[in-house]
């Protein structure tokens, strides 16, 4: 049953620092949706948005229809579907496509556990800080080196792999940043840098007051 909701734009449910939801605001801001914003603290959940999705996990989109989009790779698919004028996805070649989707599919499934450990490593005390980046290395070395042959993952022109994937890296290159800067990575840092400098990002990044339902 889709629930009730009275807004007649979609609904975010949105934390600023998680980079899931920032791929969400992304799509979203590249695609042009007007959203109402509701911003939440992950220690004390909206019961609104837990029961749109009880999971209770950001992002969490609602359409005025009721419809609940709770995993951040579809709210950026659902956003694309709506407006993709500079072809991050639709228009692409069907090799293309399952270029990012396999791009994405390394990123959430390989890069993100490890990079959870190495954010968090005290609370993995089995291997060492540095056991846990240097297994995170082994995706930050396979970007690299795809930036080293092309100014995107993609191609010449951003797509919707790098917009999924650079919030994941920057999470990564903010546990050390010494580091990140000094390893050897030029092609990583430079595309990065760029996403975190550009008027997307920082609008997206704009701070919310916290959401209180009425
Ligand atoms: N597979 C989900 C993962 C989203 C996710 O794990 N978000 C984190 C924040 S970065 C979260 O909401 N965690 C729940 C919590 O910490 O309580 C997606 O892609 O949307």
Redesign the pocket.
């Known amino acids: 049953m889709p629930l009730k909701q009275s807004s007649q734009h979609p609904i975010l449910y949105s934390?600023r620092r998680?980079?899931?939801?920032m791929r969400a605001r992304l799509a979203i801001h590249y695609s042009g949706i007007e959203i109402e914003h509701r911003e939440i603290l992950?220690k004390n959940k909206p019961a609104a948005m837990l029961e749109a999705s009880p999971k209770?996990?950001?992002?969490v989109v609602v359409l005025p229809d009721g419809t609940v989009i709770?995993?951040?790779?579809d709210v950026m698919m659902w956003a694309l579907q709506q407006h993709d004028p500079q072809m991050w996805y639709h228009g692409l070649t069907e090799e293309q496509q399952a270029g990012i989707n396999d791009w994405i599919d390394r990123n959430?499934n390989d890069f993100k556990p490890w990079l959870d450990k190495y954010k968090y490593s005290v609370g993995y005390p089995e291997h060492s800080e540095a056991y846990y980046r240097e297994q995170c290395e082994t995706f930050l070395k396979q970007l690299n080196e795809q930036l080293s042959k092309s100014a995107y993952l993609l191609g010449e022109a951003e797509s919707l792999a790098d917009n999924a994937i650079f919030p994941f890296v920057r999470q990564c290159a903010f546990v050390n940043k010494t580091w990140f800067d000094a390893a050897p990575y030029p092609h990583l840092q430079s595309w990065l840098q760029q996403f975190l400098e550009s008027a997307r990002f920082e609008d997206i990044m704009h701070k919310h007051p916290l959401w209180q339902a009425d």
């Not at 209770?56 to 992002?59: H, Q, R």
């Open positions: 934390f998680c980079p899931y939801a992950l209770g996990t950001v992002p709770d995993e951040s790779r959430d």
